[in-house]
């Protein structure tokens, strides 16, 4: 399982994205997504739901906002503050990639039995809640193992 797992995660980020020439890195897709399901948020606001650095956060803002994806405005509730978000291009990108999302996993479940699909779809959700308790602390042990040899 183990290994099925690790070849599923290598094939989902085997893509490279280009739009309008500009190499839009699949984490800068993440920070415009949540853009656009949460609406205009600040930069550490982003980060936080993400679970990105701010500091790549602001990487990828630097490239949306340079690709016409994303927007800068000033936070009416604090003029000091910057609020991001999608454009109407960006939103456009994002519904276009959701659609074509789909079409690709019909295309993967296409021979796949309507039971199969149900019962995968309950435990990808299980593996999905897991992941969410466990994310902290599957964090941190990474990061030890990356540290520690």
């Not at 599923?8 to 020439?21: D, S």
């Not at 853009?35 to 500091?55: F, Q, Y």
């Not at 990639?97 to 039971?115: F, K, Y």
Request: aromatic share 4%; net charge negative.
């Amino acid at each position: 399982m183990e290994r099925e797992f690790g070849t599923l995660m290598m094939h989902m980020t085997r893509y490279k994205h280009q739009i309008n020439g500009n190499r839009i890195d699949r984490m800068a897709l993440m920070v415009l997504g949540t853009l656009a399901h949460c609406g205009p948020s600040r930069l550490t606001t982003v980060a936080e739901r993400t679970g990105l650095d701010p500091s790549t956060v602001s990487r990828q803002v630097a490239d949306l906002e340079k690709a016409g994806l994303l927007a800068r405005d000033t936070d009416p509730e604090d003029r000091r503050a910057i609020l991001l978000e999608a454009t109407t291009e960006g939103q456009q990108l994002l519904d276009r990639l959701s659609r074509g999302r789909r079409r690709r996993v019909e295309r993967l479940l296409s021979d796949w039995q309507p039971e199969d699909i149900v019962t995968f779809g309950r435990l990808l959700a299980q593996l999905n809640e897991a992941t969410e308790k466990y994310g902290d602390q599957n964090a941190f042990e990474l990061e030890q193992e990356l540290n520690n040899g």
